[in-house]
T-cell receptor, first 112, second 110 residues
């Protein structure tokens, strides 16, 4: 069974540019999470979806970050415009309800 | 705000030694999870503990949940180089929110 797929794996952009990350969860998993992980830190939840509904986006900086999960499967996380402090690893995870979360390998973003 | 503090932040020991890492909070969690993360990969779940005082064993790893469900420990017996990684604890707190600690970076020397 395929795990959580994320792309791209690495992205380097200049500040003020837009960037988007894509996540394909494990088939059948209705819950999808986006996390941000800074170097040497634990993951921090940005947004949690149950199917296509964002049920917890309290930690998402809405002035520059947006996310969507239109058909309740794939999801996209966007940053516009990116800032130097956005450099981090962006992790996607999925689960069936509140069961075990399975994480993707993450997208490492570097903002120059 | 519910927080999980992990200690130590870094630990480097020789292969074959035993070690314990800790995850502490002033808040009660309904369950607590331990993950291991290797460079360039996402965290992988090792265990979930849900009952105060619970002890779970996974080969050479022993996980304990505190009686008050505010803290947990991970003990590794006879550490191997393959145990090297970032060990994260995560608690399920209020509103089913999962909160991660900052992790313990473990390095096992051959």
């Amino acid at each position: 069974e395929a795990g959580v797929v994320q792309s791209p794996r690495y992205k380097i952009i200049e500040k003020k540019q837009p960037v988007a990350f894509w996540c394909n969860p494990i088939s059948g998993h209705n819950t999808l999470y986006w996390y941000l992980q800074n170097l040497g830190q634990g993951p921090e939840l940005l947004i949690r979806y149950e199917n296509e509904e964002a049920v917890d986006d309290s930690q998402l900086p809405k002035d520059r970050f947006s996310a969507e999960r239109l058909k309740g499967v794939d999801s996209t996380l966007k940053i516009q415009p990116a800032e130097l402090g956005d450099s981090a690893v962006y992790l996607c995870a999925s689960s069936f309800g509140f069961d075990t979360q399975y994480f993707g390998p993450g997208t490492r973003l570097t903002v120059l | 705000t519910q927080l999980l503090e992990q200690s130590p932040q870094f630990l480097s020991i020789q292969e074959g030694e035993n070690l314990t890492v800790y995850c502490n909070s002033s808040s009660v969690f309904s369950s607590l999870q331990w993950y291991r993360q290797e460079p360039g990969e996402g965290p992988v779940l090792l265990v979930t503990v849900v009952t105060g005082g619970e002890v779970k064993k996974l080969k050479r790893l022993t996980f304990q949940f505190g009686d008050a469900r505010k803290d947990s420990s991970l003990h590794i017996t006879a550490a191997q180089t393959g145990d090297t990684g970032l060990y994260l604890c995560a608690g399920e707190g209020r509103d089913d929110k999962i909160i991660f600690g900052k992790g313990t970076r473990l390095h096992i020397l051959p």
